[in-house]
């Protein structure tokens, strides 16, 4: 899906060009921040379904042993592993789509600061600015790539869009959740 219409906004009436300008700023400015928000949640999901798994092994252990432990119990780490990566889905498809929303405003800003800066005349199409889709960069720098890229950019530098960053939180949650629920089935048939 394209950010933008094949048209360029009109130029916002009455709206001066600083206030524009400020404005992709701090919308600039939001995007990052929710780059780190997402990031810091996804290290708390794998940090905590880390230690939710090596704890369970712990306690299967003991249990199958004379230590005396109601097997019962156990049921609380698949169901806190299962229930942490259900919220951890919830949270990261959410932010992947405050993403898009500020990759979407970002780009009509930058529009509109353009039309109102050029009069009518937009250079829209040849800015690549902050928060533009990825996919749209990667085709307008393709052109400017050497012919053939070294092989160690080939090995450590690529993008596969299903797995981005912004997706990975969701993705890497409903994982979790295939493998909590797994480990439900089988432990407490």
Not at 75 to 90: D, K, M, Q, T
Not at 143 to 156: A, E, G, H, L, Y
Request: with cysteine; aromatic share 8%; proline share 8%.
């Amino acid at each position: 899906m394209d950010l933008m219409t094949s048209t360029p906004p009109p130029p916002p009436a009455d709206v001066p060009e600083e206030l524009l300008l400020e404005d992709f700023k701090q919308q600039c400015a939001n995007l990052q921040g929710q780059y780190t928000r997402m990031h810091n949640r996804l290290q708390l999901l794998v940090g905590l379904n880390t230690a939710l798994l090596p704890a369970l092994g712990a306690v299967l252990a003991a249990s199958a042993g004379k230590g005396g432990i109601d097997r019962n119990w156990l049921i609380l780490f698949p169901c806190a592993g299962l229930l942490l990566s259900v919220l951890g889905y919830i949270t990261g498809a959410a932010d992947r789509k405050l993403v898009t929303i500020y990759r979407r405003q970002l780009a009509w800003t930058a529009e509109s600061l353009l039309a109102a800066h050029h009069k009518g005349q937009s250079a829209y199409q040849h800015w690549l600015h902050i928060g533009q889709n990825p996919k749209d960069v990667k085709q307008k720098l393709d052109k400017w790539r050497p012919k053939s890229p070294p092989r160690w950019d080939w090995v450590t530098s690529w993008r596969l869009e299903p797995l981005s960053v912004t997706r990975l939180p969701a993705v890497l949650s409903l994982v979790l959740v295939g493998i909590w629920a797994f480990l439900l089935a089988v432990l407490f048939p």
